[in-house]
């Protein structure tokens, strides 16, 4: 049976839980892999990899298993729960290498990145993320703005980053507020291991649009990708991967705002919020 099998020793709990279901439920239906290929319409490797743990698949794969077995939604709600303890691990492994690296190259296409928002940006992004108690917002809120002490350390990380315009035109309930997380780009746009771009609406589609995409350049040498959307994220560490993804990087930033002009666009609406409070100091 899978449990036995070495490999299920070192997924996570979850994962291992999900492998060791599909090759418990196969093994009791009495199909080989090659006849509930035939069944389901799925590739016999593809299934193989499930079971052994070198794929986790998706929630359509899960669905038509469940289908097979004639389990309801067991195998898919066991799936949500690998997918999400997945995405923790990857998450937690990404910001032990973003607290190491030395470059990091982000595009953003809906939301100012976290090294760059102020507390109240973090604070109304946290509030609308999933229902939360003030304290855990304020933890989440801490944390974020902790994050940001890597900008600032004695050998700073270099960031560039590029704002989608939708980003920059999303702006935050409070005018105010508004005025001071735009005055804080443009301070930040000051600081020489900091360079900030604008991708305009004029530049046309993308293939990142939806998402974020960040390129970290770590102290071996080698680079690591992460790619994320509002509810998952992925860490790529494979060569051709991350080659991949950091050419769309250049992509992008070939066809971005120039840095000063960048910084006139920042400007100008700033300017063009004639409602909003000045900020603090630019």
């Known amino acids: 049976m ?5 490999t299920s020793t070192r997924k996570p709990h979850a994962r291992r839980l999900f492998m060791e279901e599909l090759a ?23 299934l193989h990899k499930l079971e052994t743990g070198l794929r986790l698949g998706d929630e359509a794969t899960s669905r038509a298993l469940d289908q097979c077995y004639g389990t309801g939604r067991h195998l898919q709600q066991l799936w949500k729960l690998a997918k999400e303890e997945v995405f ?3 998450y937690k492994r990404y910001m032990k290498l973003e607290s190491e690296a030395l470059v990091m190259h982000n595009y953003s296409a809906s939301t100012i990145m976290g090294l760059l928002q102020t507390e109240e940006y973090a604070r109304e992004q946290q509030q609308t993320a999933w229902p939360k108690d003030e304290n855990e917002v304020e933890e989440q809120v801490a944390a974020r703005m902790g994050r940001q ?12 980053s590029i704002l989608d315009e939708s980003a920059l035109r999303r702006q935050l309930r ?8 735009l005055g804080h780009l443009l301070k930040a746009a000051e ?13 046309g589609l993308q293939d990142q649009l939806g ?32 080659e991949t993804r950091k050419l769309a990087y250049d992509r992008l930033r070939d066809a971005a705002l120039t840095p000063v002009e960048s910084v006139a666009f920042i400007r100008s609406l700033l300017e063009e919020c004639a409602t909003c409070e000045p900020p603090d100091s630019i």
């Not at 290929?37 to 490797?45: G, I, L, N, Q």
């Not at 600081?191 to 530049?203: E, G, K, L, M």
Request: proline fraction near 6%; hydrophobic fraction near 40%.
């Open 24 to 46: 418990l439920l196969r093994e009791e239906s009495g199909m080989s892999l090659a006849q509930l290929a035939e069944k389901v319409c799925f590739d016999r490797s593809y």
């Open 191 to 203: 600081r020489p291991n900091i360079t900030i771009q604008v991708f305009p609406f004029s530049a």
């Open 174 to 181: 409070a005018p105010g507020a508004w005025a001071r997380q």
């Open 149 to 160: 002490e890597v900008l600032i350390r004695e050998s700073p990380l270099h960031l560039r």
């Open 88 to 90: 923790l691990d990857r």
């Open 2 to 6: 899978a449990a036995s099998k070495s």
């Open 211 to 242: 998402g974020s995409l960040t390129v970290l350049t770590v102290p071996n040498g080698t680079s690591v990708v992460y790619e994320e959307s509002s509810t998952t994220g992925e860490l790529m560490e494979e060569p051709g991967e991350v």
